[in-house]
């Protein structure tokens, strides 16, 4: 199931291998393009094939390994594999995104739409551009957190009031920690 809590849609894209592959076929793939807000809802993505789904697993994977790299928030020097990776990272973001615009909707308001089809190549380097921003930006690369959550490997952009936001989602992971909580709670009760 696609989450869109990660406060980033390269954050988001990263959350699709957890708990386990989310993108794992052509159909969810055009769902989690939508869902993220990377095209408008309606836009047709029948073009999108498997070169897409590889090509979208890759950018993950090199953005997993760059974030990753700078939690809570490093400043060491890039090894051989992340040095490969924020290359890799810069030559997707330097495709331009798609291009939008605004028509006039049923409702008589204006609306985005895209100039046309987007291409794999466009909406990869609107979530690499949202990469290089987010590991760019001083402030917002100390946001960064990894959810505390048993066996959560989400990072997150943690923007709450004092920075004190332990979990990808408090609704899942928070909501876990509190029941294991009070059934330790209890357990311990019931031995005393």
Known sequence: MARFDTGRPCLDLLATA???ECLDSVDTLRS???GSGLVPPGTPLDHADAG???GFRELRAHTGRLVRDR???GSRPPDVAVAGALGRVNDLARVAPPAPRAVVGEEG??????AGPPSCSALLGALA???VELLTDPVARAGLRQCEGDHCTVVYLDTSRGRRRRWCSSEVCGNRERVARHRRRVAASARA
């Open 52 to 54: 897409w789904l590889a």
């Open 32 to 34: 989690w393009i939508t």
């Open 109 to 114: 308001l204006l609306v985005r739409e895209l």
């Open 129 to 131: 551009r949202d990469a």
């Open 71 to 73: 939690l809570p928030a």
């Open 18 to 20: 957890h708990p386990a």
